[in-house]
C-alpha cells in the first residue's frame, strides 16, 4: 500500500534538525526506559534503527554498557558519528531482519518510531529474539493503528492521522507475533514528552520535513498543511510560550527462557 520510505535519498539531511529534540525530553525518555528496563547495571543494549543516533550517546550514559546502534541508512549513519559520537557506541550496518549481533548478547533493545519500517516483521521479531537474552526487555515506542494519540501536527493536516492508521501496525497483532517468538506482554507504557518549547519550535523544526508519514502524502496537502501551521505558528508568537507536550506508546515485552 505504501512506498518503503529512502532514508539515503533526502531524510538523513533533515532528520537530525527535524527530529532533534531538547534534552529534557531525551531525559524522559531515559526516565521511562529505566523504569521498564532489568534492574542490574551496566546492560548491552541494541538501538535497533538507531537512525542519527539521537538517543544512542543518552542509552550509553543511562545503562553503562555498550550501545550497538544498528541502522540501515549509511547516510543517518554518517550522521550519528558525527553528532553522536560516544566511546561506548557502534554505528553498524544491519536491519531487523539481519541484526549484526551474536545470540543472547543483549538485555535490552530499544526500537523508536523503527516498527512500522520493517518490511519483513515476522523475520524481525524472531532476530530479536535471537540475540535478547532471557530476562532481557524490548522497548519499542511506536504508534498504533486505530488508537494514534492527537498529535499536534495532525490539526493542520487532515489526512495524516488516517496515513498513520495505515501505516503502523494494531497492537494486538504486534503482541501476539512477539509471543509466538518468545517476548512475553509486560506493560504499554504512556509516556507524556515535550517536543518543543512552543508552537513556533515546533513548526521551526516540522518545517523540515522530516516526518516519515508526509512521505506517503501529496505535495499539495503537505504545502496546504505547512501554510496553515506557519500561520498558527505566528499568532503564537509573542505569546506566553506553551510547551507543546504529546503522548506517546511504549510497548514493553521481555524474552522467557527459550
Request: aromatic share 8%; net charge negative.
Amino acid at each position: 500500500m505504501h512506498n518503503r520510505v529512502d532514508y539515503d535519498e533526502g531524510l538523513h539531511a533533515v532528520y537530525e534538525r527535524g527530529r532533534v529534540l531538547p534534552p529534557e525530553t531525551v531525559a524522559t525518555w531515559m526516565a521511562a526506559l529505566e523504569r521498564n528496563a532489568p534492574t542490574r547495571r551496566p546492560l548491552t543494549v541494541l538501538d535497533l534503527g538507531s537512525g542519527t543516533g539521537r538517543f544512542s550517546d543518552a542509552l550509553a550514559d543511562t545503562f553503562g554498557g555498550p550501545v550497538h546502534g544498528v541502522e540501515p541508512s549509511a547516510r543517518m549513519r554518517e550522521v550519528a558519528a558525527a553528532a553522536h559520537p560516544h566511546p561506548r557506541v557502534t554505528y553498524s550496518d544491519g536491519r531487523a531482519e539481519a541484526i549484526p549481533l551474536p545470540d543472547n548478547s543483549c538485555d535490552l533493545a530499544v526500537m523508536f518510531l523503527v516498527l512500522h519500517h520493517v518490511e519483513h516483521r515476522t523475520l524481525g521479531v524472531k532476530e530479536l529474539a535471537r540475540v535478547l537474552r532471557p530476562g532481557a526487555r524490548l522497548c519499542v515506542h511506536s504508534g498504533f493503528s486505530g488508537q494514534m494519540h492527537d498529535h499536534v501536527w495532525y490539526r493542520f493536516f487532515p489526512r495524516a492521522r488516517q496515513v498513520d492508521d495505515m501505516v503502523f501496525p494494531r497492537l494486538d497483532e504486534v503482541i501476539a507475533q512477539f509471543a509466538e517468538a518468545g517476548l512475553r506482554y509486560v506493560t504499554l507504557d504512556h509516556v507524556d514528552q515535550q517536543v518543543a518549547a512552543s508552537l513556533p519550535a515546533y513548526f521551526e523544526r516540522f518545517r523540515h520535513r522530516s516526518f516519515s508519514t508526509l512521505q506517503h502524502m501529496s505535495e499539495e496537502e503537505i504545502a496546504e498543511g505547512m501554510a496553515a501551521m506557519q500561520a498558527a505558528a505566528r499568532r503564537a508568537e509573542g505569546a506566553p510560550p506553551e510547551p507543546v507536550i504529546q503522548t506517546a506508546d511504549m510497548l514493553v515485552l521481555e524474552r522467557v527462557d527459550a
